[in-house]
């Protein structure tokens, strides 16, 4: 059975002067990816694609590292595009995604709707899984589009729900090519 690993990156260093996009790892993104790799190591891996942002792209560097796998960088698997929106206080923040999930069609954080983040994702997953040779690939990206993701393939199952949940890293092993989740990590 072929597998796809959805992984949201570690936790990257926050800093209020940058968009988030731009966001590096710092020694505890890099020390969380200690435990990222031991809870992926018996899936055995044999492909890591990561979004081209830092924080993601870092991640995949260290699990690379850890467990000698190569990795390759590819656009469609960044965050929803919200370059344009300022830091925001943390319940501010959680109520602009909260409505970004209820109304998918609707611009109301950033440069793109729930849906056109969700496309763009699941074009790039599908490209990844389609030239895939390994049996079991792993993808890194970001919350927002994870949670998406794993809402369109996971019945009954929220996606602002699945955002709240999903930590610092996490990440949900998925069969191919139905996407049904056949196991969930919420918090590593």
């Not at 710092?26 to 018996?42: N, T, V």
């Not at 469609?76 to 370059?83: K, V």
């Not at 925001?88 to 056109?116: K, W, Y």
């Not at 996606?159 to 996490?170: E, I, N, V, Y």
């Amino acid at each position: 059975m072929k597998r796809l690993i959805l992984i949201k990156h570690a936790p990257p260093e926050v800093d209020p002067t940058q968009s988030s996009e731009k966001w590096n790892l710092g020694e505890k993104g890099r020390k969380a990816c200690e435990g990222l790799a031991e809870k992926l190591r018996p899936h055995g891996i044999g492909k890591i694609v990561s979004s081209q942002e830092p924080k993601a792209l870092q991640t995949a560097e260290e699990l690379s590292s850890r467990l000698a796998v190569e990795v390759t960088s590819i656009p469609g698997l960044e965050e929803h595009d919200r370059r344009n929106v300022p830091h925001m206080r943390s319940g501010e923040f959680i109520s602009m995604v909260e409505l970004f999930f209820r109304r998918p069609d609707d611009l109301v954080l950033g440069d793109e709707t729930a849906n056109e983040a969700l496309a763009r994702l699941s074009a790039a997953i599908e490209a990844i899984v389609s030239d895939a040779t390994e049996d079991t690939m792993a993808v890194i990206t970001h919350g927002t589009v994870m949670a998406l993701f794993l809402e369109k393939h996971r019945a009954g199952k929220s996606g602002f729900d699945l955002w709240r949940r999903l930590g610092l890293p996490s990440f949900a092993v998925l069969e191919i090519p139905s996407y049904k989740t056949i196991e969930m990590i919420e918090r590593v």
